[in-house]
T-cell receptor
Framework: GNSVTQMEGPVTLSEEAFLTINCTYTATGYPSLFWYVQYPGEGLQLLLKATKADDKGSNKGFEATYRKETTSFHLEKGSVQVSDSAVYFCALKANNFNKFYFGSGTKLNVKP | EADIYQTPRYLVIGTGKKITLECSQTMGHDKMYWYQQDPGMELHLIHYSYGVNSTEKGDLSSESTVSRIRTEHFPLTLESARPSHTSQYLC????????????FGQGTRLTVV
């Protein structure tokens, strides 16, 4: 079956610290992988995506690399800001299917 | 910028009332989804549609119903609201290819008192 597992939060960091949020997946075939961000009171927004093995998605200083050998898609940012405080969701969309599978979300708190 | 809209943003309603949560998208997407988001943040798929006149139940059982009479419109209805229906409801849409993302509305926060 298809599933996504991401690290539990909350994750609390000081401003300018390095961020890693782990995400691993199980999927049939070759899925596309996504990271979404949700700010308080809002819907989810796409942060970045990767559609095949070894692709790197990047946006706003965030990066994630599609690792087929380890079935992982870890989110990283070199220097977080207070404005990055939000909930982050890892997701997959499997080939030949049209449903999205989301991880349980990781809340990030960045302190000044 | 995503063109998918949910109304209302917030709704407080009494037990036993019938409610409809609206979701519309202007992107011509054939696939639309309803998710229920619990306070622990996890998303649960409750309904989805692959096109007009196509609806399916999701992974989480829900007492709500949906319809898809027009491509752009995917309303969710609760015939008799209960306090257990209190939650955040998120609507999303996506186009066909497997490498395309879902676009989300801003959500409706429903409180049943």
């Amino acid at each position: 079956g298809n599933s996504v597992t991401q690290m539990e939060g909350p994750v609390t960091l000081s401003e300018e610290a390095f961020l890693t949020i782990n995400c691993t997946y199980t999927a049939t075939g070759y899925p596309s992988l996504f990271w979404y961000v949700q700010y308080p009171g809002e819907g989810l927004q796409l942060l970045l995506k990767a559609t095949k093995a070894d692709d790197k998605g990047s946006n706003k200083g965030f990066e994630a690399t599609y690792r087929k050998e380890t079935t992982s898609f870890h989110l990283e940012k070199g220097s977080v800001q207070v404005s990055d405080s939000a909930v982050y969701f890892c997701a997959l969309k499997a080939n030949n299917f049209n449903k999205f599978y989301f991880g349980s979300g990781t809340k990030l708190n960045v302190k000044p | 910028e995503a063109d998918i809209y949910q109304t209302p943003r917030y709704l407080v309603i009494g037990t036993g009332k019938k409610i409809t949560l609206e979701c519309s998208q202007t992107m011509g997407h054939d696939k639309m989804y309803w998710y229920q988001q619990d306070p622990g943040m996890e998303l649960h798929l409750i309904h989805y549609s692959y096109g007009v006149n196509s609806t399916e139940k999701g992974d989480l059982s829900s007492e709500s119903t949906v319809s898809r009479i027009r491509t752009e419109h995917f309303p969710l209805t609760l015939e008799s609201a209960r306090p257990s229906h209190t939650s955040q409801y998120l609507c999303a849409s996506s186009s066909g290819p497997s490498n395309t993302e879902a676009f989300f509305g801003q959500g409706t926060r429903l409180t049943v008192v």
